[in-house]
């Protein structure tokens, strides 16, 4: 099944590209937008084919790739894969090309958070990773905990659109007073990037919405692509003995998206998941009508101050996830 069956009321987007089309202020002419782009964000939980990490991967490894040939990603970005869950993906996309250092050596060693692209649709420009800690410039824990967490970047071009925007892609821990820096830590990087670039930001966030983390994000102007898309109600997306319990992974844009569609993968192959936490795509577009971004307040949006300079609280700890 083809990524265009899968979105169902969304095929139409992606058949026909001149259903999305934006008015000109000089004649009025109908100008087709170029086909939104597909941006897939999971989470696929550690595991090997053997031993004490295995996690079930040899029985979910069949289920995942059944999902994500299924949705055939332009974008792709993991979190938690190991090595070899990164090579596997790598398989069933030959094509692509991926960005991503292992976070506990800044090599192979440890969790990714891999991002995968389709070359056809996507040129990189410039790509890294950066440690959530005191020195993100090299492995090292971060704050209050005791794993390492990272955030994996790149600038992309679409081809199709001929526009350029920055992607961030990372695992959030466990500790509240840690997640708050990793917020700040990438709203800063937003706030300090001059080249006006949209910003999208895939992310297991490790708490819920309405924690002072989300609020962060909201500062720097990034919206959640389930919210943009005028849903009631956000799914949970992460999954405890089949029983789905929380909200924790999330796709952000800033004003210069545009977004199409949303959908949580929480379906069973077979009575199985893939993981535990659901896969998360987004349709999202350069050209035409952008999200709204409600506020940026601190104020409005309960911070006491610029989050730049307000001081770490401390917070109830995340009782899900990993």
Known sequence: MSARAAFPALALLLAASSVFAEQTTTDEVEVPRAPALRVLSWNIQCGTDAGEKANGWPERKGILKELLLREEPDLLCTQEALKNQVDFIQGLFPKYKRIGVGRDDGKDEGEFCAIFYDPRRLKEAESGTFWLSETPGQP??????????????????????????????????????????SARLIAKKIHDDDSGAPILLAADLNCAPGAKEWRILAWAGLVNTETATGAPFLHKTFQYGGVPVSTIDAIFVNKGWGVRGHKVIDERVEKKFASDHFGIAALVSLSGPTVRVETTDPKVLGLQSDPLTEKAEPAEEAKTGE
């Open 140 to 181: 090292s824990a971060c704050w209050n905990d005791a794993t390492r967490r990272i955030v994996t970047w790149a600038r992309f071009e679409d081809l199709r659109e001929g526009k350029k925007f920055l992607v961030y892609n990372t695992h959030w821990p466990q500790n509240a007073a840690a997640r708050q820096k």
